[in-house]
């Protein structure tokens, strides 16, 4: 398995930051045919892997949050990533219901 800091590194286009407030941040990511992931993921049908889009978008969290270590409790992919692609993120704040 890779090392989370090296697979935030190794990503060709980085997320657009759409919307970002308290509680709700909204990004798109560019994923294309020449990413080096998707292209070595499966050979003969390049996919782009699910825990690497979490990396990504867990540091945009970090970037848009104020560098607070994000906890991913549930990420739901609707279909495999095939390139090219334009995918859509929604991230929810949970953290200030539990703690209110």
């Given amino acids: 398995m890779t090392d989370r800091g090296q697979s935030r590194r190794a990503i060709q286009g980085s997320p657009r930051l759409e919307h970002a407030s ?4 909204r990004a798109s990511l ?3 045919r020449t990413d080096p992931w998707a292209r070595g993921h499966f050979p003969c049908l390049p996919i782009y892997p699910g825990m690497l889009l979490v990396s990504t978008f867990e540091a945009l969290a970090r970037r848009a949050w104020g560098g607070e270590e994000p906890e991913t409790l549930r990420a739901r992919f609707f279909a495999p990533v095939l ?3 334009e995918l859509e993120l929604r991230l929810r704040r949970q953290r200030d219901e539990e703690e209110g």
């Fill in 83 to 85: 390139p090219p692609a």
């Fill in 30 to 32: 560019q994923v294309e």
């Fill in 22 to 25: 308290a509680r709700e941040l």
